[in-house]
Structures are given as C-alpha cells and as structure tokens.
C-alpha cells in the first residue's frame, strides 16, 4: 500500500465514515497520548499494510481524514498512553483494537496468548506489561456505504396490547430447515424466507425478538474445550451485525443482509426487535484480553473500582459493567440504538441485565441519566423498549420499577405461572390471579398500563416447554462445567421421572401441562412471549442452560411429529382466540368494579359453586382452582379510531390439583348460554355448546375457556 494523503478531518461522526469521496476516522480517548488508524490489505493473517498518525485531537476525540481510502478498506487502531492498571489506564500500542464504532467486521478474533495486554502466566499477573504484537490475530472492522434502498419501507408500528413476542435465535431457527435452502440455513437470508415468513405470519407472531445479532466473542476457554458462545451475549461491536449469520463472506453483505431480513418481516407486518447487551463487554475482568474498549480508554468504558482502579464493578457476572456514569459511554449507547432504527429500520429492543444500565453509583436509580436521554431521544422514546428488569448486582431485582414508556419480562408472572400448574397451592392462587389479570400491582400506580407486563413461562435462558414439563433437574453436562452451571426450575410436576417416558398415563399428563402453560400465557391480560420452537414441543434434553451449545442440541428439529402437529395446531388455536378477544388485549387494568352504574364487573373471580370468593377463598389453606368471569360488555374502551370497543364475555376455569372440579357455571345473563372454545384435558379439543348446562366438570391439572353466547330472539325457541 502506497502511502497516503492524510487530512484533518472533522471529530464526528465516531467511527469510520464514508462520505461518498473519502473516510472519516474518528476515536474517542481522552486519555491516550497518540492513536494510529492501521489499514489491512485483507483478512489474510498479516500485519497491517499502513500505520497512520492521526493528527488532531479536538474535545476527546482523534480524527483524520483518508481521501484515498474506500469502502471495504479493512481497518484498527493502536492506542498509545499509560499502562498503569492500577490507576485504570490499560494502554498497549502493541495491541491492534477494534473500533468501538466499526459498523461491519473484516476479521473476527484469534486467540493467542498475544491478544492479552499482560503477560499470560506472569507473577505479576495483569501488571505485566507484553510487547508482543497481535496484528495478525485481532479483530478487524470494516469501512461500508451505508446506503441501501428500503423502497418505501414503513415500521409495522404495531400497538403495544396487539403484541405477540416470539423469541428466537438467527442460527438455531432454520439451522435444519428442510424447506430453507442448504447455503441459507442459520442465517439472516434464511430468517427472510418465504417459508420462514409464512411461518411466523401464519401462527400470528406480531414481532421476533432475536437473540443477540451484534458481534460477539466466542470465549478463548469455550474454544479450547470446543464449545462456542452461542447465545451471543458477549458483545464486542455495538454496531456491527454479527459475521456468523450472514449467508456471504463479502465485507458489508452482512449488512445488507441484515437489512433485507428487517425488510422482509416488515412486508409481512412483523416487527424486528433485538436482544441487546450494553452492560457489559466481551472484554471481561482485568484477567481478559485487550480487544477494542479496554485498549481505547479503559478508565473511560468502564465501572472501576473505588478502591483499586485495577479492578472492575461487575454487576453483570461477566467481569466488567459498562461505565454509565460517563457522557461518552451513554452516547455510544444512544448512537447504537439510534444506528439500529434509523439505519437498520429496526422497531425496539429488548435490554439483558437493564438495571445494570440504571447503576449511577451503586444504587439502582430508575431515574437514571440513561433514562432520561432515552425519554428525551424524538427517535428511541418512540420504538418498544423492554427491559429485563434485573442484574446480579445487590438491590439489581426491579421487576416493576423501570420508568413510564418501558415494558418488562415479568418474571414474577413466569414463577407463579409454573407454581400455580405444579400444584403448589399455599397462597399460590392469589398471586397467580393477579399476574393473570395483568399485574396490576407492579405497574398501574406508576401510571403504566397492562401491556408493561410481557409475559412468559419460558425463554432462552432456562427450559423449554417441553423440558419444563419433563425434567425437574437440569442436565448441563455437556456444557464441560460438571453441570455445575445454570440454577435449578424445581417448577415442573415430572411425576417423577427424568425425561422421556413411555408410561402413556405420564406422557398424556405432560402434554396436558403443555397446554395448561400455552393456555394461561394466551388468556392472560399484558404481552404474550413465547420461546421459538414451544409449539411444536421443542427439547434441549434438559439442559437448562444452552449458551455454549452451536449443535442439534439448541437448533430447532423442524421433522414434526403427530404428536408436535397438534400441539401446533393448539396452539394456533389459542392465538386466533386471543386476537379475535379484545377482552383479553385490554389497554387498561380491571378494576373489579361494576362499570357506569351497569351492575356488571368488569372481572369477578368465582369458586367452583358459581359465587364471587372472598376473602376466606382466597386465604384457604390449599386453593388450587379457580375460576374468573371477564365482561366483553363492559370493556369502555375504544380504539385507535375513537370507536368503543366490545367483545364476547370469557369464563376461564383453572384446575391445578389432582382431582376433578365440578364448577357451577355462573348465569350470567338470560337468554344465553355458554361455549367452550379450550378444554387443555382434551387432545383434539374442538368448540362445543354448553346450551342447557348449568355445571361444568374441570378434570385434573386442566384449564376451560368458554364463551357466553346470546340467543338470537325466536331462534331455537318454541
């Protein structure tokens, strides 16, 4: 590479920038003393073909512009400053990082003992010094055109209480598809399929959640034992998608791919949200390596301790939390957020270990400057924002305290959910009534509505339905840690058998639990989530804790068995229920009050003889079933266009112990009768009348869903 013209050039935008005429390099490091651009010549394992001095410094930023570079130049930084770990600063010139910026990546990481800032096996440990140089290893980002044409595309922009969250992993979701071409499999291209599309579309998903898609790390000990990062929560580039999904190898495809994917779900009126991982870095403690944040300025990117700035705060679990206290910190977050929506046509996020984000000293502070910014942000405060409300940090639990405009998996609705369905009774009911109802209690005073609550039994992290139903330990082993990782769902009723069974009485038994889940998750007032793959009785063979595992054991098997096709079909059938009753998408929370003067309640909770419970129903010693009565007349709700809102009137009847239940059907209006539309007792359940009937039997560990049907005047009728 001959040498080059070099420019001043401006201190943003951060990042390296294609103008259309030459490439804008801009590093943020208000600590370094000289920063270097290196351009690569290609991926190759080489050392870099150019070193450019940047030659000006303005307000924290080094800058320089490159008339002569293009897109697709390959490209890295070496930072020079002190290295003085114990004062926070890990600089090491030696070391080429990634830019913190980079939008595509031209290299992914090899390990070597020469990727670490320190001396691996020093005495001194990370207050070695190592002079080794690691070019030819580091990861390496890419210069690209951003420019595509969307034609026209327009965000679904569907409304919170339409919403139905469907989880799922790029790789893992057409992994074996055996209707998804054999280049495309496990990848964006693959996502964006028709069959895929059609899928989706057709069981009534409103939105994918993905699993983390920004470059991530595989970690050097996951390598060596053969394992791979496979989750992906282990971020090294916020703006890059990740180069596993993309069906080509040509820098910046990845890119495009990734937006022909979004493009193709938006067609299809499906939006896009990612799983998002801005707590952390896949730099971990001050025992990792040196790849991008830590080599720019580590007293900057992250939360140091008070104490001793050679260690980190790690309210994460993985050895470092991002350092929200810094302005620089939070732009590169909000320039993130703001890259995916506008550039990347993206419609939310979904945010692992948000109270980590909100951690200004120790303290989590729902008030955050984080939370500010992004309520004041005219593009982020109006796409969907979900929040994993906790992180492993002391007081980090926050299920319900996160601000007004963000959402929230419940977790609190997934332990009752499943306690209520093993059986547990002992004050179980109360709690389980009130998470059906929309968990009030969590986000009304706050001003927030039902739809806060994203509900759910499972997701990524932990069972499977099928395995929750199926396994009361979990079976990690073949994640190489003794299965000493993961924690233990003690929240399944397995009738003692670990696994597969072939008693007929235990496996009719675990697909009825199945539907009991499906069933409560469909008829339950906030945001339905389901985990790809639980309709059609996905299992990890009970391993509870699938990060490490690229392999059949987390792919999606697509071979559908009699068994898989009618869980399926039930669950399409709940779906349709569930868009077609507006009582169960309310945009408001009950208030089991009559409405207007009207005499009827908008939600009366009933025992098994027809009568509202009271407080001595509630607080008996072993309630596991119950009943509630939700009113469609007495909605007084209207939509978007300003008309009122009215549906069909729901019975829901729940039996969770093992006996059956006879239950006295309320007569709730006459000239009417009831239908039932779900019996989870039934495998090949179909609507039926209950015209004539005044009781309803309940069987073991079931759950009943019926609707009041008016007669129509002299029809039926002598």
């Known amino acids: 590479m001959t040498k080059m013209r070099v420019w001043p050039g401006r201190p943003g935008p951060l990042g390296a920038f294609w103008d259309g005429q030459g490439v804008n390099f801009a590093l943020f490091s208000e600590n370094a003393e000289k920063v270097e651009v290196c351009l690569f010549t290609s991926a190759d394992s080489k050392p870099e073909a150019l070193r450019i001095v940047m030659p000006e410094y303005t307000d924290g930023v080094w800058h320089c512009y490159l008339p002569d570079v293009r897109p697709g130049q390959l490209y890295g930084y070496r930072v020079h400053g002190p290295y003085l770990p114990e004062a926070g600063h890990r600089f090491n010139a030696h070391k080429v990082i990634l830019d913190p910026y980079a939008k595509a990546i031209g290299r992914r990481v090899s390990w070597s003992?020469?990727?670490?800032?320190?001396?691996?096996?020093?005495?001194?440990?990370?207050?070695?010094?190592?002079?080794?140089?690691?070019?030819?290893?580091?990861?390496?980002?890419?210069?690209?055109?951003?420019?595509?044409?969307?034609?026209?595309?327009?965000?679904?922009?569907?409304?919170?209480?339409?919403?139905?969250?469907?989880?799922?992993?790029?790789?893992?979701?057409?992994?074996?598809?055996?209707?998804?071409?054999?280049?495309?499999?496990?990848?964006?291209?693959?996502?964006?399929?028709?069959?895929?599309?059609?899928?989706?579309?057709?069981?009534?998903?409103?939105?994918?959640?993905?699993?983390?898609?920004?470059?991530?790390?595989?970690?050097?000990?996951?390598?060596?034992?053969?394992?791979?990062?496979?989750?992906?929560?282990?971020?090294?580039?916020?703006?890059?998608?990740?180069?596993?999904?993309?069906?080509?190898?040509?820098?910046?495809?990845?890119?495009?791919?990734?937006?022909?994917?979004?493009?193709a779900f938006h067609q299809a009126g499906i939006e896009v949200i990612l799983d998002v991982v801005y707590n952390h870095t896949a730099e971990g403690s001050q025992m990792g390596p040196t790849l991008s944040f830590r080599g720019a300025d580590n007293a900057t990117y992250y939360r140091l301790s008070g104490k001793n700035k050679r260690y980190y705060e790690d309210f994460t679990g993985c050895g470092n939390t991002l350092n929200m206290q810094h302005p620089r910190v939070i732009q590169l977050i909000m320039d993130s957020l703001r890259y995916w929506v506008l550039e990347m046509h993206v419609d939310g996020f979904r945010f692992d270990l948000a109270s980590a984000l909100a951690r200004e000293l120790y303290e989590v502070n729902r008030l955050s400057a984080f939370f500010d910014v992004i309520c004041q942000d005219p593009v982020l405060s109006q796409v969907k924002l979900i929040a994993e409300p906790w992180d492993l940090g002391q007081g980090g639990y926050q299920v319900g305290n996160f601000p007004v405009g963000w959402t929230e998996w419940n977790g609190r609705y997934r332990d009752v959910v499943r306690r209520f369905w093993k059986g547990d009774g002992g004050g179980t009911a109360g709690e389980f009534a009130t998470r059906l109802s929309g968990s009030s209690d969590l986000y009304e005073q706050s001003g927030r509505r039902p739809y806060a609550s994203i509900n759910f039994v499972t997701c990524h992290d932990g069972f499977t339905l099928e395995d929750l139903v199926s396994y009361n330990e979990k079976h990690n082993e073949a994640n190489a840690g003794d299965n000493g990782d993961g924690t233990n769902e003690n929240y399944s009723w397995n009738c003692g058998v670990e696994g597969p069974s072939d008693d007929p009485e235990i496996a009719a038994l675990r697909r009825r639990q199945k539907r009991n889940f499906l069933a409560t998750l469909l008829l339950s007032q906030g945001v339905p989530m389901i985990l790809g793959g639980d309709e059609i009785g996905r299992t990890k063979q009970g391993n509870n804790n699938t990060y490490c595992q690229d392999n059949e054991l987390s792919w999606i098997d697509w071979q559908l068995t009699d068994?898989?096709?009618?869980?399926?079909?039930?669950?399409?059938?709940?779906?349709?229920?569930?868009?077609?009753?507006?009582?169960?998408?309310?945009?408001?929370?009950?208030?089991?009050?009559?409405?207007?003067?009207?005499?009827?309640?908008?939600?009366?909770?009933?025992?098994?003889?027809?009568?509202?419970?009271?407080?001595?129903?509630?607080?008996?010693?072993?309630?596991?079933?119950?009943?509630?009565?939700?009113?469609?007349?007495?909605?007084?709700?209207?939509?978007?266009?300003?008309?009122?809102?009215?549906?069909?009137?729901?019975?829901?009847?729940?039996?969770?112990?093992?006996?059956?239940?006879?239950?006295?059907?309320?007569?709730?209006?006459?000239?009417?009768?009831?239908?039932?539309?779900?019996?989870?007792?039934?495998?090949?359940?179909?609507?039926?009348?209950?015209?004539?009937?005044?009781?309803?039997?309940?069987?073991?560990?079931s759950l009943a869903a019926l609707i009041m049907v008016e007669r129509v005047p002299g029809i039926g009728q002598s």
């Open 113 to 263: 003992d020469e990727m670490f800032g320190y001396e691996i096996g020093s005495p001194k440990e990370d207050l070695s010094f190592d002079k080794r140089d690691n070019a030819i290893f580091a990861p390496l980002g890419a210069v690209i055109d951003q420019s595509f044409d969307w034609k026209q595309d327009a965000p679904p922009a569907i409304p919170w209480h339409r919403m139905f969250i469907y989880e799922l992993h790029v790789k893992g979701f057409t992994k074996t598809h055996p209707q998804v071409p054999e280049r495309l499999r496990g990848t964006y291209a693959g996502l964006a399929t028709d069959t895929v599309i059609k899928y989706i579309k057709e069981l009534g998903v409103t939105a994918v959640e993905l699993m983390p898609i920004h470059h991530h790390v595989d970690d050097r000990d996951l390598v060596e034992k053969g394992l791979t990062n496979y989750w992906g929560y282990n971020t090294l580039s916020f703006f890059a998608p990740d180069v596993r999904y993309a069906s080509s190898t040509v820098v910046q495809e990845d890119v495009n791919e990734f937006k022909k994917m979004v493009y």
């Open 563 to 701: 068994e898989k096709k009618q869980l399926l079909h039930f669950t399409g059938r709940l779906i349709r229920l569930w868009r077609e009753q507006p009582i169960l998408r309310r945009r408001k929370f009950f208030q089991g009050r009559p409405i207007r003067g009207s005499g009827i309640k908008d939600i009366t909770w009933i025992d098994a003889d027809g009568t509202e419970m009271n407080d001595a129903s509630w607080n008996a010693p072993h309630v596991k079933s119950l009943g509630v009565l939700l009113a469609g007349d007495a909605i007084q709700e209207t939509d978007e266009h300003g008309e009122r809102i009215v549906g069909d009137t729901l019975l829901l009847l729940m039996n969770a112990s093992h006996e059956d239940v006879v239950f006295t059907l309320p007569g709730y209006k006459d000239n009417a009768y009831w239908e039932l539309v779900i019996d989870t007792y039934e495998e090949h359940g179909e609507t039926r009348s209950l015209d004539g009937k005044k009781e309803f039997k309940v069987r073991s560990r």
